[in-house]
């Protein structure tokens, strides 16, 4: 297997002890080549204590100089990369010791392919939800269908080459950076299919730490960004419907009774059976809070 160098990218905000536990993961890797980290504090005074060197590792601090937000870390890390490949953890997850070493394994074996991801395994309140994707590729019009949460942000690792001179960096202008991993990955597979690990290589841990927790309106001012931004949705009703749904929801969260139930009939229309129409009507007309909702959906290891 190549023995090419990895650069491991992960964008930080005033998480001190998270951070220290995923930087030690991602040196823990069973991977025998170069991994080079990159922690790139965003919007957060730098901690220079983490930086270190060995014969196989390193650790170096910097500072996003981009735009401030996720995306912008996240980019000031792919242009200060020194590795062909190029991967993301967040502050919060946790990378299991084979996951470099499986990844790197497939785009070695499929030269054409430019990214891949695996499967994860969801931590939230004490307990653990393993989410296997079931498939070794994805589409284009597989992720128009479905978002696929086993795609996280902390699985993915790419061909710097790729980045560079393909699909381009992470887009800086999505409203309030939510869906920003989402609309990567559609670019990303318009360009070719993307491998899957079929193995749980990374543990992502979900609660009120993140900083997307129930921010309805940076939820809507994303989704409806990206339903614009890709007509292609038009094409595959059930994934204008999910988008619809969750739209839907999230007015309905912000007792946005009319535009919940608006976004909601859109989403039937489209597809009749799309799960998140009652529950968005439930939260809309009073039945049930968002919060009793998302409760019941993260103890289950997922999302709405």
Request: aromatic share 8%.
């Amino acid at each position: 297997m190549t023995m090419d160098r990895v650069t491991a990218i992960i964008a930080t905000r005033d998480r001190p002890e998270m951070l220290r536990q995923a930087v030690s993961a991602v040196l823990a890797q069973t991977y025998a080549g170069f991994i080079e980290v990159l922690v790139v504090f965003d919007q957060s005074d730098p901690d220079y204590s983490l930086a270190e060197e060995s014969a196989s590792r390193s650790v170096r601090v910097l500072t996003n100089g981009r735009k401030p937000g996720l995306a912008g870390a996240r980019n000031s890390g792919i242009e200060a990369a020194t590795g062909e490949f190029i991967a993301f953890c967040d502050d919060d997850d946790i990378w299991i010791g084979h996951k470099i070493e499986a990844q790197v394994q497939v785009l070695a074996d499929s030269p054409g392919t430019e990214f891949v991801t695996c499967d994860i395994t969801v931590s939230y309140d004490g307990q653990s939800h393993d989410r296997p994707l079931g498939k070794s590729w994805i589409t284009f019009v597989d992720l128009l269908r479905d978002r696929h949460t086993e795609l996280h942000p902390s699985t993915f690792l790419m061909r710097r080459s790729a980045v560079l001179d393909g699909f381009g960096l992470v887009d800086e202008d999505v409203p309030g950076g939510f869906g920003e991993d989402y609309e990567f990955l559609l670019r990303v597979s318009r360009r070719g299919p993307i491998a899957h690990v079929r193995r749980v290589s990374a543990m992502v841990r979900w609660g009120s730490q993140s900083f997307f927790f129930r921010r309805w309106q940076t939820m809507c001012d994303g989704l409806s960004w990206i339903l614009d931004k890709y007509p292609e949705f038009d094409t595959v009703p059930a994934g204008a419907a999910r988008i619809r749904g969750q739209l839907a929801f999230a007015h309905a969260a912000m007792g946005e009774r009319r535009k919940a139930l608006r976004w909601a009939v859109s989403a039937a229309q489209r597809n009749p059976l799309e799960p998140r129409v009652p529950l968005a009507a439930a939260v809309a007309c009073g039945i049930v809070t968002p919060a009793r909702v998302m409760e019941a959906l993260h103890k289950r290891g997922r999302g709405i």
